[in-house]
């Protein structure tokens, strides 16, 4: 009974399907967007910063008219993803394998012991807008796969994502986009998705609810047994590796983009322990000889969100 009480959205939301059969009422429907629940709670949870904390807020480009218009339109993509079959679909492989791997999720760093060592996935210096190994701050504590992920971008001094001169319209005004993403480590690609276009309308809020994955174009690179990374939302037509391709630490293996749902360039990253993006359990990961914030790199470090971080 206690699954009942904690899960009746997952109950309402699967009874939506009955809205694409006859005779029963279409409006039915709505009811996929309780999907959506954990998506709200996690972002509820995030505003619950610990006491003493002061995140500072990224600010939003100008492209986006305000915070009511730009989760406004964010709001209006994401129940046309809803209501879309195919998407639909996607989503329901992503809640059921989430499901699935949630009693193998991992609850702190110290629960798991490293296997293959890790660099940062880029050159130069970058921040990370999202992401951390622990549940105040992660980048999506509730969703296994992506409980130890990484959003990083390329901001200025105050934490403008897009050039200063720019609007934040155009897929050319963000700082990180067209740039080389590396391999992490050595490896062998698994699986490597092109074809998706750039989500249109960056900084507006906008993300494309048409696109076939919700990570857009992507690479998996298998480093070690039961880990892969995992490298999302590139450029279509940037990614130089096929399946089966051995690559090295430091490689190209595509360009940041915009791809999938994604409301601006980006670089989604994480680890996980299957190659299966809506089946994996996400893994802490700790990156060799990182500078944070312009200190001395040290070894094995851990990211925390709204730091700048650099290659040694």
Known sequence: MRGLRENWWVFLALAGFLGYLEPLPSCLRLLNLLFLWPLLRAL????????????????????ADGKVLFWGRFTAS??????RPPALAGQLLQFLGGRRAAPRALESVSSYQQKARYSLPFSGE??????????????????V?????????????????????????ELGDYLCYGEPILAPSNGVVV????????????????????????????VVIEHAEGEYSFLGHLIPGSIPVNEGDRVSLGQEVG?????????????HFQVQVRANFFEAVGLPVAFDSVSVDGNEPVPNRYLQRSTRVRRA
């Open 145 to 169: 796969a992506h409980r130890y992920a990484y959003d990083f971008v390329v901001a200025d001094g105050a934490l403008r994502r897009w050039r200063e001169e720019a609007k934040g319209r």
């Open 78 to 83: 994401m129940i046309l993803l809803f209501l």
């Open 126 to 143: 970058w921040y990370v807008l999202n992401g951390s190994p622990d549940e105040g701050s992660s980048h999506s504590w509730d969703v």
């Open 191 to 218: 699986a490597a998705e092109d074809g998706i276009r750039d989500a249109p309308r960056p900084g507006t809020g906008w993300a494309d609810p048409f696109a076939r994955h919700i990570a857009g174009n992507h």
């Open 44 to 63: 509820f949870r995030r505003e619950r910063q610990p006491e003493g904390e002061k995140v500072p807020e990224a600010p939003l480009p100008p492209a």
């Open 255 to 267: 360009r940041w983009g915009n791809s999938g749902n994604s409301s601006e360039p980006h670089l």
